[in-house]
T-cell receptor, first 118, second 111 residues
């Protein structure tokens, strides 16, 4: 089974520029997550999708960050304009279980995109 | 806000010894806890999980202990190997929603 795919793996931009990240989850996984991981910290959830609907985006800086999962499969995360503090690894994860389930909801992570904002 | 935290940022152990990584959580409503392993340049990888109705769960060479009284979680790795060197995160989940990660503990295994 193929894992979660992310691209690009690395991106360097200058502040105020725009950037987009792409994620393709494991086939059939209904739930998709975007996390931001700043160096030395644990991942922080930015947004969670259930199929093509948003479940939680409470920690997404909506003035500059946006994400979509139009067909309920792959997803893009965009930052416009980028700030220095956005330098981090952006992780995408997917899980097979939906909400309100008693079955453990293991998340499978992609390798991440390392963003450097200069 | 409530968060998951770790007692020690780094842990160094001798190959073959047992490792214990500790974690404190503050949300008494959390009902599901997970340990992840993250190697350099990779995303976190699921190791083991436990639900709040249990106090111990064992996997292959790993054991998770949950003490709800003091809101404490630990990961025990038996016979630690060089391949176990990584950052370990505990995470908590409430009702199937948002997963909150702790800051992580880096484990060094000395040969």
């Amino acid at each position: 089974e193929a894992g979660v795919a992310q691209s690009p793996r690395y991106k360097i931009i200058e502040k105020r520029q725009s950037v987009a990240f792409w994620c393709n989850p494991i086939s059939g996984h209904a739930t998709l997550y975007w996390y931001q991981q700043i160096l030395g910290q644990g991942p922080k959830l930015l947004i969670q999708f259930q199929n093509n609907g948003v479940v939680d985006d409470s920690q997404l800086p909506k003035d500059r960050f946006s994400a979509e999962r139009l067909k309920g499969v792959d997803s893009t995360l965009k930052i416009q304009p980028a700030k220095l503090e956005d330098s981090a690894v952006y992780l995408c994860a997917s899980s097979s279980q939906g909400l309100w389930t008693s079955v453990n909801n293991e998340q499978f992570f992609g390798p991440g995109t390392r963003l450097t904002v200069l | 806000g409530e968060s998951v935290g770790l007692h020690l940022p780094t842990l160094s152990v001798q190959e073959g010894d047992n490792s214990i990584i500790n974690c404190a959580y503050s949300n008494s409503a959390s009902d599901y806890f997970i340990w992840y392993k993250q190697e350099s340049g990779k995303g976190p990888q699921f190791i083991i999980d436990i639900r709040s109705n249990m106090d111990k769960r064992q996997g292959q060479r790993v054991t998770v202990l949950l003490n709800k009284t003091v809101k404490h979680l630990s990961l025990q790795i038996a016979a630690t190997q060089p391949g176990d060197s990584a950052v370990y995160f505990c995470a908590e989940n409430t009702g199937g929603f948002k997963t909150i990660f702790g800051a992580g503990t880096r484990l060094f295994v000395k040969a």
